[in-house]
């Protein structure tokens, strides 16, 4: 059955672009699983335009509905905006956990670099030490000689 709600399109249509949309999602988030982080920020604001995009075809689509459809319309904008929202938050709390990840990094790399400096320091004051010593040594050997 071919029944249409709020649109000119028949409902087998609207199925085979919301299957063909899915499919496009799960092939993104296959991708954007082997992605560094600038090419997912990338595709983060491709698929931020997208729905933009989809938001003014939706809206478009909308403003020539019954007042049904239009009351179905602005329960989707609500929805879209609230996954939109959280989107947003989403992405912000992963730029904070990265970049609280890159200072612990940093924190690492230079805790690193403090214990290869003190063991760097610690050698040389173990060289100097024998170096005393061999110094004291030799004197010995060039007093004793020289009796």
């Not at 990265?98 to 320091?121: K, P, S, V």
Request: hydrophobic share 40%; no cysteine; charged share 35%.
């Amino acid at each position: 059955m071919t029944t249409t709600t709020g649109t000119t399109r028949p409902l087998s249509e609207r199925l085979a672009e919301l299957s063909k949309r899915a499919k496009a999602a799960e092939d993104a988030l296959a991708e954007a699983s082997a992605e560094n982080k600038q090419k997912l920020e990338a595709r983060l604001d491709q698929a931020r335009a997208s729905v933009e995009q989809l938001k003014q075809k939706i809206q478009q689509d909308a403003s020539s509905a019954t007042q049904h459809a239009t009351s179905q319309w602005e329960d989707l904008q609500a929805r879209t905006a609230k996954r939109v929202e959280k989107i947003k938050a989403d992405v912000n709390s992963r730029k904070e956990q990265f970049a609280a990840d890159r200072a612990e990094i940093r924190a690492e790399l230079a805790e690193d670099d403090a214990a290869a400096a003190i063991d760097d320091a610690l050698g040389a004051i173990e060289y100097a030490r024998y170096s005393a010593i061999y110094a004291a040594a030799a004197r010995l050997d060039a007093n004793s000689a020289a009796r």
